[in-house]
């Protein structure tokens, strides 16, 4: 028996998220159907983070346990001759027996992309968050420093989230302006549910000036869901990459050219 390692990128808009669900369409299950195909037997996968429903991936990493022998340039090449095009296997790798994609990960890096226009974009629908208010940056900017560090991050986890500790690492968080895109991202030892969403709320709530960069530490000292800005939407959320060990020798994402502020 081996362990495989793979990248998946996908779309998230058609699926409810990533994780099985009884009569929802899910990424894992069509991605294990795949790559069962390709195995001639079945597998499972375990995940980096299970993205919600409507997030999207660009660097999600699973593992699988399989008796197969393929190379992998067939493990990509078959799997994708399976799966829909919304959803793509970028790489695969053998690993040793006790990698785990989700425990052995170090840091997880999400990506929020906001359209910050009058009009609204016909083609990116649902692949950003299209706010017609001027965003002012650097008030994001500003605020998102609070956030940096280790800190109990109860204000920004949801009502069904699981975890066990609210703490979490915030290794990093910018907020920047590309043209009309505003663009921020998160790179922290793990996040709880919602996490990014919920932050993504309060630095837009913040950028509208319908608040002051100061109360994101307010938010987060007060550990109050309830007190925080309403969640971002799913749209605009893509987990862009995860970090692991050297020694494990995994290959580095694709660069990709699905995300519109790459190109400017």
């Not at 992998?72 to 690993?95: F, K, T």
């Not at 590309?178 to 709880?192: C, K, M, S």
């Amino acid at each position: 028996m081996s362990r495989i390692a793979v990248g998946i990128e996908y779309d998230g808009s058609a699926y409810a998220g990533w994780q099985t669900q009884e009569r929802l369409p899910t990424l894992q299950p069509i991605t294990e159907r795949a790559l069962s195909s390709v195995a001639a037997e079945p597998v499972t996968l375990v995940c980096a983070g299970r993205t919600d429903a409507g997030v999207h991936a660009h660097g999600q990493v699973a593992h699988f346990d399989t008796r197969a022998t393929r190379s992998a340039r067939g493990w990509v090449l078959g799997a994708n001759s399976e799966l829909p095009a919304d959803v793509s296997v970028s790489w695969a790798a053998p690993v040793p027996a006790h990698f785990h994609a989700r425990y052995c990960a170090e840091a997880r890096t999400y990506r929020y992309l906001i359209l910050n226009r009058l009009a609204r974009s016909a083609l990116l629908a649902h692949r950003a968050t299209w706010i017609h208010r001027p965003l002012d940056h650097e008030r994001m900017a500003q605020a998102a420093h609070a956030l940096h560090g280790e800190h109990d991050f109860s204000a920004f986890r949801s009502s069904q989230c699981q975890a066990k500790s609210p703490m979490r690492r915030m290794e990093r968080l910018s907020v920047q302006r590309r043209g009309d895109w505003v663009v921020i991202e998160a790179t922290a030892n793990a996040f709880l549910h919602h996490m990014m969403r919920n932050i993504a709320g309060l630095l837009i709530a913040i950028g509208k000036a319908d608040a002051p960069p100061s109360w994101a530490r307010e938010v987060l000292e007060g550990r109050d869901r309830t007190r925080n800005a309403a969640t971002a939407p799913a749209a605009g959320l893509y987990l862009l990459s995860v970090r692991y060990p050297a020694a494990f020798a995994l290959p580095a994402a694709p660069r990709s050219e699905v995300l519109p502020p790459d190109r400017l």
